[in-house]
Structures are given as C-alpha cells and as structure tokens.
C-alpha cells in the first residue's frame, strides 16, 4: 500500500435489547473485536465439522453507544478532513430493523437523539462561522434509489413513481455526478436542516414483521462543500463532498413475512447489496482489473466513495439478539471484506477562471510597469507596450508600402509588436497585388489551368496551345505573348534587389497593379489626430444635447401624464367602513374583483357538493329498503326450501333476481356520486384557499392605504414618495411610529432562552417545526 492509500475503516454499532445473547457474542478488551459462537447443532448427529467461531477485527465496536460518542467516533474526523478538500463518505449496512436509520438520521422528535446527517451539518456551519478567513459555501442534495430508479428527494416536482427520465448517473473526469439532480444552497444550520427534514418525508417506508418503519429505498445526502480564501488572491479554491449513505435493509423472507409490492422492494434490496457486495470483493483483489461498478445504480453512484478519491468509513449495524445471529455473521463478513478495500483521498483543489483573469490583468500590468523601469535605466526612448491601435497600423503599412516603392530605406521599429505588424504588412500587400495581378490578368487573358487536361485540350485545337501545353502567340494584336521558357535556354543574371524594387516599382504605378493609396503618404489620405479628436468631441456634444433634449421630452410626459396629488388631507381620517367600500372601487378593484370571482365560484362548487350529498342519501335509504326486501326474499326462500341446479348453485325467483341487480346498479351509482362528491370537496377546499388568500390580501392592502393615506405623519409621509429612502407599504404602520420587536422576534429571543436541552438546539427544533408545518 502506498504512502497516499488509506483503507476503510469499518465499525460495528450493536442495537441494545433485552435478551442479549452473552454466550454467543463477545467483545474483545481493546473494544476493536468481536467474536461470535454457535453450538453445533445435535440432531444432525455426532459428526458434524460445521464452523462454529468466528473472530472479526474491527475499527470499533459500539455496544451500549449513545449518539454523541457514536459521531465521535465515526464522522468528526472525516466531516473535519472534508471542511480542509478532503472528500468522505459513511455508509450505515446491515440487516432490516438494525437501526441504520436511526444511525444515520436519528428521532428528528429529540434534539439529543439526533443522527450522523445533523450533527454532521451542525459542524460544517460552526467550522463556517470559525473560519472567518475563508468565504465557506455549502450546498445539499437528497438523492432515493427505490426499485433501481432514481428519485430527487427534494425536488420541486411533485414525487411519484413514474421514473428517472430526467436523471441518470454520469461519468466525468473530476468523478461521478446525478445528472438531473438538484442542489439546493444552504446558508445557515436551519436551512440545512430544513432540507433534511423535507427529503425524509419524500421518503418511501413500509411495514413488516421486524421493523414497523422500514426503509424500502437506499438514500444518498450529500453536502457539498467549496472554499474560497479571503486573505490570499490566487484563484485556487477547495471543493469537497461528503456522502452520508443510508443503505436499505437486507431481508430473509421467511423471516419478515413480505408479500406483494413489499416483496418486490426487498427483492430489489437484496439484488442492490449483492452488487454492492461483489464490488467490494473486486476491489478487494488486486488482481482484478475490472470492477463490476455498472451492475446497479447504488455501486454506479457510490463508484467514487469505492475506491475512489474519498476517505470512506462504514458502520454495520447488527441485532444483539440469538434469533439474529446468522444475518449478525452476514454483516461481520461484509464489514471484513470492507476494511480490505483501499482509498486515495487527495485535497480537491479547483481554479476559479474569473480570479485567474483578474490576477493575469495584476501581473501584466506589473510586468509592464518592469518593462517601463528597465527602459529607463538603459536610456531607451519611452516604449509603449499596448496593442497597436487602428492609427498605428495604418502608419506602418505606409511605411512599408513607401519601403517597398523606394520612397524610404528604413521602417522604424520600437517593439516586438511593430516588428510582427511589419511583417503581417508584407504579407498583406503582397496578397493584395496578386489578388489585382490575376485580375488584370483574368480581364486580357484567358487563363488556362495545367492540370485541367479538359481545357488544355479544347486550346489546342484553337492553336492556343503548342503541342507541349505552352501558350504561344499573340493573343490581342499588342505584340505581347504569355509562355514559358525552356530549360536549354540560359537564365537571366542575378538583379541586386534594390535595382529590381526600381524597376519593378514604375510598372507597378503605370499599370496600376498597386493599391489607391500606394506611394502616398498617410497625412494625405487620412485625417490627422488632430481632426479625429475634434470630431469625436463633436459628436459628443450633439449626443448630450440629444440626450438632455430627451430627458426633457421624458419628463415633460410624465408630469403631465401623472395626475397631480392633492396637497392637503382631510383633518381627520373617516371611517374604516366608508374608506374600504373606497378603496375596492378604486386602488383595490382588481383585488376586489378576483375576490368576488373566486367567491362565486366556491359557492357553485358547494350548491353542487350539497345537490350530490343529498342524492347520495337518497340512494343510500334506497339500497337499505332493497337489502331488506332482499332479506326477506331470503328468508322466505329458506322456509319453503332451496332449489339447486346440477352445478350445485342456489336457484331464485324473478323477483329476488331483480332485487339483486337493482342493488347492484345502486352500488354502482353510489360509488360514481361518493368519486364526484369527493373530487367536488378537493375542489371546494382549494377554492376556499383561494378565497381565504384574496380576503387576506385585500384586507392587508387596504391596512396599507388606509394607514399611508390618512395615518402616517406628515415627517414621515416624505420620506415614503417616490424617490425616498422608503417604499411606500415596506414598513407596517405599527413599524414606522414604533421600531421596538415585534412579537415574532420576541418569540424568537425567548425560545433561545428557555429551550429544554441547550442555545444550539434552536436551528434543530425551527426546522422540525417548519416541517411538521408543511406537512400538516
């Protein structure tokens, strides 16, 4: 094992009960072994070599363990390790009943009996609020595996079953991720919890022989942790996860007794941890190169915290009771193979771009303030290092162009990026004067590709064309014939280069093969500096006479659009009833008018819910009148004697006969009226909702105008129009004459102060407070 491996570290938590089996179970002293027993049974006869020890080493082992020691000793110092760029994961594994979830959650009823998950966020918000020098952003998801389907526990969309179309377990270079999962930013230790306390209600459980409160689903929470440093400027950053993993039960049939969709669940269960549990075996060995990760969605997710780039700890949590002990040896092996599997945690370390940019821009700017320096010591002419403005290109292709005209021997040359524009120059007039040559040329001449043996052949037999492809002849009339000169013939002598540029530079003026601008000079074509500024400030002129001329327009339509408000108010206000019965006809009408709407349409809904409720009575007095006469058609039967046909079945008259079906189009009829009348309340309760809503909030915004209108003092009115330091219905009434605490805030300080168990517990019991709301 290298220097950078760690293995995983594995703990057994036992579940306290009554009839601990002593004789079956022990502990070593060191509290890191456990040893199990079991006698060899007699009815199988006198030879029988059936193990009957069994020794485990552990990391720990937690008898007796309460919740404190049992974070303590299991998660303090990943989730610390995970607040430095370590990633971590702990994984609750063991049997159905065995208190995994309790492990892991705790009873959100006891703020003492909490699990891993809050107490874990409890230390990630103190480590935030410690380390003042680092800017700390935490975020959660809540990830279900249910039946090999993936659900977002906290998810905005309503949860059903209907599937994971949208998410799915994806690969990349940095490590596994959900796509489709949502995290949600937590900034405080009750928003966290809030979050927590919302996924566990999404959370699917069922009910069996061994554990009343059964998980059916394996859970994924996972706080995401980044890191930004607030004294050092590098664009370095720490980003880390914790995954805190509560893994559905393994069941034995026989002894849970689960029939239908409970029995399809733990089917998928058992298949899940098989999986899981053949991984564990791969990465174990070291010999195999392949890991069979992809066999279910839990190995697939978890590939990271399986040998990946995470400190992983893993609790087993076993029965201590005698009738347990084969799934108790179940857990131990798994917990065994577990330890054997290795680890390479490294500190995640990220770039941030936008600080990258910003510390680029720093040393640019330092290394040209160097540059400058060293300019001065060696008595260099002041250089300027900045791109080259639109101004300075256009100089240095005249330069160039007069270099080449031989107007100029020299081009002047400061920097690096003249001598790049220089020769980008070059090539860009010698572009320019082959793209006019062909044209020239294209315009006298026909043009005759070589390799196109089509058109060498049609100038052929025009006598365009020698009979060894060459152009021969006058084409025009002007004496001028385009050909190639053959190899016997003697080459020219050599023509220094500033002789050539002589030659070369009248034909090039006669015949126009140069640009327009060619042989002149810069000042003459363009305008000067000079100019260029003037204009410029011309037109900023005009643009800021336009632009005030604008703003006049604009406020001159607005004073006259907005009406003018009455500069006094009545000496003292009227009557609340009058003043509302004003404001519905005026700011408060279309308030009003949704209110009335939704008014008439819960009444209606209602009319209809009463009509179906008395038809459903009607129908129900019609079936008990059919019931008895069907009762006495029975018994009248009975007296006189049964008749029974050859297939053993009761024979009855016309009469009963048509009692029965009559009863059974009543049942029918019943239940399509109760189905209505049912889906009539659901609308009735929301239209009452909606009713209740639009009462309260034009009550509430009536309390604003009636309170800004007629009771607010005249100091304080002018700091409430448009254009003060207060909007107007910002601040309640009560708030703007007396700014002490409401009652929420002394609420809020009173249930610091008074709470049963301790100050810290406030943010755990706000959030299971804000939970059962939601839920009732």
Request: hydrophobic share 35%; net charge negative; with cysteine.
């Amino acid at each position: 094992m290298s220097a950078k491996e760690r293995k995983v570290h594995a703990f057994v938590r036992v579940k306290p009960t009554a009839n601990f089996p002593q004789d079956m179970i022990k502990y070593g002293p060191d509290n890191k072994s456990i040893d199990i027993y079991i006698g060899r049974d007699v009815k199988k006869g006198v030879i029988n070599n059936k193990q009957t020890d069994w020794s485990f080493k552990l990391d720990g082992v937690l008898h007796n363990a309460s919740q404190d020691s049992v974070y303590d000793a299991v998660a303090r110092d990943l989730v610390s390790q995970a607040l430095d760029g370590y990633n971590g994961t702990i994984m609750c594994y063991g049997q159905t009943g065995a208190g995994k979830t309790y492990t892991m959650t705790g009873a959100t009823e006891n703020y003492k009996h909490r699990g891993i998950i809050p107490r874990a966020i409890q230390q990630v918000f103190r480590a935030v609020e410690e380390r003042i020098d680092q800017s700390i952003t935490v975020r959660m998801s809540y990830l279900e595996i249910y039946n090999e389907t993936l659900f977002d526990l906290l998810s905005n969309m309503p949860h059903d079953m209907s599937g994971d179309t949208h998410m799915a377990v994806v690969e990349y270079p940095q490590g596994v991720f959900v796509k489709g999962l949502s995290m949600h930013p937590a900034s405080h230790e009750e928003d966290a919890l809030n979050l927590l306390f919302e996924g566990e209600t999404n959370r699917i459980i069922g009910e069996h022989t061994l554990n009343k409160n059964s998980s059916r689903s394996h859970c994924i929470f996972t706080i995401y942790i980044e890191s930004h440093s607030r004294i050092l400027s590098d664009a370095k950053y720490t980003a880390s996860k914790i995954n805190l993993v509560d893994l559905a039960g393994s069941e034995r049939l026989g002894k849970t007794g689960s029939e239908g969709q409970v029995l399809k669940e733990a089917t998928y269960i058992n298949k899940s941890l098989s999986f899981l549990e053949q991984a564990i075996i791969a990465l174990a060995d070291r010999k195999r190169d392949h890991v069979p990760f992809r066999q279910s969605k839990l190995t697939h997710a978890l590939k990271d915290s399986l040998g990946g780039n995470c400190n992983t700890v893993l609790v087993a949590n076993i029965y201590g009771e005698a009738a347990q002990i084969e799934e108790t040896l179940s857990s131990l092996r798994f917990a065994t193979r577990m330890k054997w599997v290795t680890t390479e945690p490294a500190i995640n370390e990220k770039y941030d771009p936008e600080r990258m940019v910003k510390n680029l821009e720093k040393e640019i700017i330092l290394l040209k303030q160097e540059l400058a320096m060293h300019d001065s010591l060696v008595n260099r002419s002041l250089v300027n290092y900045d791109p080259l403005n639109e101004i300075q290109i256009a100089e240095i292709n005249s330069q160039v162009r007069r270099y080449l005209e031989g107007a100029t021997d020299d081009i002047d040359i400061m920097n690096i990026r003249q001598i790049q524009e220089v020769f980008k120059q070059f090539k860009v007039i010698l572009s320019q004067q082959e793209q006019e040559v062909e044209a020239r040329l294209r315009n006298k001449y026909t043009l005759i590709d070589k390799s196109d043996f089509a058109a060498i052949t049609a100038a052929q037999k025009a006598g365009l064309v020698d009979a060894e492809g060459h152009l021969v002849g006058e084409v025009d009339g002007q004496g001028f014939g385009i050909g190639v000169v053959p190899l016997s013939k003697p080459g020219g002598k050599k023509v220094k280069a500033r002789k050539a540029k002589e030659q070369l530079s009248p034909t090039t003026r006669k015949e126009g093969l140069g640009s327009p601008v060619l042989g002149k000079d810069l000042d003459s074509v363009s305008p000067s500096r000079s100019q260029l500024v003037s204009s410029t400030k011309d037109l900023d002129v005009k643009e800021g006479l336009l632009r005030e001329q604008d703003a006049a327009s604009i406020e001159t339509h607005r004073s006259e659009s907005v009406p003018k408000e009455e500069s006094h108010r009545p000496s003292s206000p009227p009557s609340k009833l009058v003043a509302f019965e004003e404001f519905k006809n005026e700011r408060g009408s279309e308030i009003n008018r949704i209110f009335k709407e939704n008014k008439a349409i819960l009444s209606d809904r209602k009319k209809k819910a009463s009509e179906i409720t008395q038809r459903l009575n009607l129908i129900k007095q019609e079936m008990d009148i059919t019931k008895e006469a069907l009762g006495a058609q029975k018994k009248e039967r009975e007296e006189q004697g049964e008749y029974v046909n050859e297939e053993g079945q009761i024979i009855i008259d016309e009469e009963e006969f048509l009692l029965v079906m009559k009863l059974k189009d009543l049942k029918k009829q019943y239940r399509s009226d109760f189905d209505e009348l049912r889906d009539l309340k659901a609308e009735v309760q929301y239209c009452q909702h909606l009713v209740d809503q639009c009462r309260n909030r034009l009550i509430s915004e009536f309390e604003i105008w009636y309170n800004e209108s007629f009771l607010i003092p005249e100091d304080v009115q002018e700091a409430i129009k448009p254009g003060g330091n207060i909007r107007p219905g910002m601040i309640p009434m009560n708030r703007v004459l007396c700014l002490d605490e409401d009652e929420q805030e002394r609420f809020d300080r009173l249930q610091g102060e008074v709470l049963p168990a301790c100050p810290d517990s406030t943010s755990f019991y706000n959030a299971k407070m804000k939970t059962d709301q939601k839920v009732a």
